[in-house]
């Protein structure tokens, strides 16, 4: 036990640099979980003859002495022990999964129970969900040049990937959930209708095809039922910021 503990800690302190975590045990030092004290368990039962009469046993104690179950502190000990493994477990296996949504070079990554999701590219946030020039615009704009990596914010599937009226060429990706984040003006697309991708997967990269005014990812986001929502509090609930 002790072995898997030091072992899973190492694992955390080194691939953890996104996953924080508080974990608070009993006052009861946890060195103490490998010297279980046994109680002292005093019988007036008579001693066999054989023991009696057998070399060294004159040496015997006048009470018998029996090895009795741990004592409460020590077990409270094991139990610490057992959820320092288990912790330790957990954080590397979140660590696990942010390092995977990095991989190919996602700006940030967040857990949000054992999902991942990813600031979907670096760039500049240049215009919002709402009324815009006298119309609706439906997502928000990140700018940045031709050909910046555009990743997947979340685990899904490849709804569509080609030409789209306005966008030129887009991806559509649906995820658990049943939400979809919409890709649009991209230049080219690096996955296929049906696909699974996973969060931080580059899906594409930034261009400036169809209705658009500069090089840009126009990023929408649809509710399961079709609703078009405003990305942005959508992000941010996934940790997702700009």
């Known amino acids: 036990m002790t072995v898997a503990a030091v072992a899973a800690g190492a694992v955390v302190a080194a691939g953890q640099t996104m996953v924080t975590a508080s974990i608070t045990l009993s006052a009861t030092p946890i060195t103490g979980a490998l010297l279980p004290v046994a109680d002292r368990v005093h019988t007036s039962a008579p001693e066999p003859a054989i023991i009696r009469d057998a070399i060294g046993g004159d040496q015997l104690l006048a009470d018998s002495v029996a090895i009795g179950a741990l ?8 139990q610490n022990l057992a959820k320092a493994v288990d912790i330790g477990q957990q954080l590397a296996q979140q660590a696990s999964i942010l390092d995977l949504a990095l991989a190919e070079g996602a700006p940030a990554a967040f857990l949000r129970g054992d999902v991942a999701f990813v600031q ?7 215009s919002l969900f709402g009324a815009r ?30 030409p789209a009226s306005g966008f030129g060429l887009w991806v559509v990706l649906r995820h658990r959930d049943g939400t979809q984040s919409v890709y649009g003006h991209i230049n080219r697309a690096f996955v296929r209708k049906g696909d699974p991708v996973r969060a931080g997967e580059q899906i594409a990269e930034v261009g400036n095809r169809g209705h658009s005014t500069g090089p840009h990812l126009h990023l929408e986001v649809w509710d399961a039922d079709g609703t078009k ?9 996934h940790g997702i910021r700009f």
């Open 71 to 78: 004592n409460p502190e020590s077990e409270v000990d094991v």
């Open 120 to 126: 979907p590219m670096i760039g500049r946030l240049t």
């Open 133 to 162: 020039w006298g119309t609706s615009h439906q997502g928000i704009d990140i700018a940045n040049r031709i050909g910046t990596p555009i990743y997947a914010v979340t685990d899904g599937i490849v709804e569509e990937s080609g």
């Open 229 to 237: 929502l405003n990305p942005i509090p959508w992000l941010l609930r």
